[in-house]
């Protein structure tokens, strides 16, 4: 029997959408059949992603974000919601690194990457479950079945295992994981699932041409089976937890790493 997910009639937000997973992420939602909202800094890059969706017969906005200015947050939220309606699926995936040593690292370098990985995270997260939750408790009020909410971290394996060179951005990715479960906890009652996606080492725009160099190729030799990750690797599970196919999953902390974290 063929199975499919339809998510027909869904609102999803993606932020981070101009490249690698973000763009990945919002184009195998649309496929699927949801209105995404496209949300990042490089507006250009959205609008041709806009475009190509729209070409293929998809429903795509855009809004400017910056997950590290709480004005752009709380306008870009409300622009959604103006815009689109009710956020049914929140993927939070914007994300910054930088490859230094401990002793290397600067006040600005730490704020960097936990400004973007941790605070734009949480405060994106806040702003849309604030709204979810007061979906939810009219639901409740007029004695309705809860509407099925999802939102879903994108976190990394370096949240569960440290990784030299990138210390701040393991920490980063670790406070992710506990914002997972936190929001978990305080949410899950009001029908929003909050679960966590914790890549390997994928493949993007970004870190292609690593791959190519020395460094990465002996990188590659120590991996599991010796190759890295696609951005559509992650379809599946992002399927999954944007579908209601997974409302008996909430706090959970998903890794799609290929094995690494087994070895």
């Known amino acids: 029997m063929a199975y499919q997910i339809d998510l027909t009639g869904k609102v999803a937000l993606v932020t981070g959408a101009s490249s690698g997973l973000g763009r990945q992420f919002a184009c195998t939602l649309a496929s699927a059949g949801a209105k995404v909202i496209l949300a990042a800094r490089r507006l250009d890059k959205l609008q041709d992603l806009q475009n190509q969706m729209q070409a293929n017969g998809q429903e795509a906005i855009v809004v400017p974000l910056d997950v590290t200015d709480q004005k752009s947050i709380e306008t870009a939220v409300s622009m959604a919601y103006e815009q689109a309606g009710e956020v049914d699926i929140l993927v939070n995936n914007s994300g910054v690194s930088k490859t230094q040593k401990i002793l290397d690292v600067q006040p600005e370098d730490f704020d960097y990457t936990f400004g ?41 394996i370096t949240g569960l295992q440290a990784i030299a060179q990138i210390s701040v951005y393991c920490m980063s990715k670790a406070a992710v994981v506990q914002m997972t479960k936190a929001m978990a906890l305080e949410w899950g009652r009001y029908g929003i699932n909050v679960n966590a996606i ?10 292609a041409a690593h791959w190519q160099t020395e460094a990465g190729q002996k990188l590659i030799q120590k991996l599991p089976r010796k190759r ?25 902390i998903l890794v799609a ?4 974290l087994v070895q």
């Open 228 to 252: 890295v990750g696609q951005t559509q690797d992650l379809e599946g599970l992002l399927m999954l937890l944007a579908s209601d196919q997974s409302s008996f999953m909430n706090g959970s």
């Open 257 to 260: 790493d290929d094995g690494f």
């Open 116 to 156: 973007a990985n941790t605070k734009g995270a949480f405060f994106v997260a806040q702003a849309i479950g604030r709204r979810m939750l007061l979906r939810a408790k009219a639901a409740q009020d007029s004695n309705q079945v809860l509407p099925q909410q999802r939102i879903i971290q994108v976190a990394s």
């Open 198 to 207: 914790c890549p390997g080492y994928i493949e993007t725009e970004m870190t």
